[in-house]
């Protein structure tokens, strides 16, 4: 059932264009000018009267809604608050008949995020589920959902799941956009005619495949990494981070690339590699003077950039070119390197790539 992968993983990271794909099928409509959200069941009037949205989550799902604050508040201009699950039951969250919480699991029973949903519902915010798997209790128990389309994701480590939320985070906020007035059809035809070219640059990203394998065999016996990235490219980072940690068990971290100076620059030495992320957008610039603060202390550089960039970069180590895409989809497209890095380095050091130890697919305990 692997397909001819050696792992899960691996034939999930290959899936993505696949489950993209079926995540936007029957979503675009209208020309292109607005989207479609099936089980959404909130109207245009009431996507109208939200005042606040809370985005709640853990681990990997977590990441896509730091993510997707950045797509709802730039298409839709309401503000956004992410929170992790554990932590927002516990606060007495400020939820309001205005509030709309959009709660993200893969499994759709993560005990924590299930809880939260249940404390936002009982003080009358709505609930809006992006969940993977059909009829899952967060999806049943939300007042609607929308469904990434990924398929059974059987590896431990999210792959597909989290790309296919960003997705869904991607289709809601045009859908808000619209809805709300604050997207207007031409742009949203252009957003949607980008959002479709996505699976195809996936496809060109996994053709890298080999060389990033042989940057992981490089860099795998260090015992940390950084991962530094700007704006909505620090929660890839600290995805990226995460995919390490979890199915490598090197100690990693991640960033926002400008907070280095403020403490994580003590840690740079020439042992230690630092993955930035540098797609081709308006802080560019400023990812690169924090990349050259790495380089004059020695660090290793692994960069991933957008082709045609590469020489504004000057020396790395390593160096990964990824097409050129809209900045709105640009985290999906840079995720794809952080899958693929982690894993190689993983299977490198011989780890349970799809059963790391001690983690557990679903954490259906609080
Ligand atoms: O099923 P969920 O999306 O609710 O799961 C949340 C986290 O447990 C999950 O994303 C975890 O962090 C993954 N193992 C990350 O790869």
């Known amino acids: 059932e692997k397909g001819g992968y050696r792992h899960f993983m691996l034939k999930e990271i290959y899936e993505q264009p696949r489950a993209i794909a079926d995540t ?63 932590e927002f039951r516990y606060r007495d969250p400020l939820v309001t008949d205005r509030t709309l919480i959009i709660l993200i699991s893969q499994s759709g029973e993560t005990a924590d995020t299930l809880a939260a949903l249940r404390e936002a519902r009982g003080k009358g915010g709505k609930a809006l589920a992006i969940c993977n798997v059909v009829e899952s209790s967060i999806a049943r128990e939300s007042d609607g959902v929308i469904y990434t389309h990924a398929g059974p994701e059987i590896g431990v480590a999210s792959t597909k799941a989290f790309t296919t939320q960003l997705v869904a985070l991607y289709l809601l906020a045009l859908r808000l956009g619209r809805a709300r007035g604050t997207l207007d059809a031409q742009r949203c035809i252009e957003l949607t005619e980008a959002l479709l070219t996505l699976p195809r640059k996936i496809e060109e990203v996994l053709e890298l495949d080999e060389q990033i394998e042989a940057i992981a065999k490089t860099f795998m016996s260090a015992s940390d990494f950084l991962y530094l990235g700007r704006g909505n490219q620090y929660p890839i980072a600290l995805e990226g981070a995460l995919k390490l940690k979890e199915i490598s068990y090197i100690h990693a971290e991640g960033y926002p690339a400008g907070e280095m100076k403020h403490g994580p620059i003590a840690l740079i030495d020439e042992q230690l590699p630092v993955v930035f992320l540098c797609p081709r957008n308006e802080t560019l610039e400023k990812v690169v003077s924090n990349l050259e603060e790495v380089r004059a202390r020695d660090g290793r550089v692994i960069a991933v950039v957008t082709e045609g960039q590469e020489n504004l970069l000057g020396e790395v180590d390593a160096l990964i070119t ?45």
């Not at 853990?58 to 950045?70: D, N, Q, R, V």
């Not at 900045?327 to 059963?355: C, N, R, W």
């Open 24 to 86: 936007v099928a029957s979503r675009v409509k209208d020309g292109h000018s607005d989207v479609y959200l099936e089980g959404l069941q909130l109207d245009d009037e009431q996507l109208r009267q939200f005042d606040r949205l809370y985005v709640v989550a853990c681990g990997t799902s977590w990441h896509a809604g730091l993510t997707g604050k950045f797509l709802i508040e730039k298409l839709a201009r309401v503000p956004v608050e992410v929170d992790i699950a554990s």
């Open 322 to 366: 990824v097409p050129d895409i809209i900045d709105e989809l640009a985290p999906v497209l840079m995720s794809i390197p952080m899958q693929l890095l982690a894993y190689h380095v993983a299977v490198f050091k011989g780890t349970d790539v799809d059963q790391p130890r001690n983690l557990a697919k679903s954490v259906t305990v609080e």
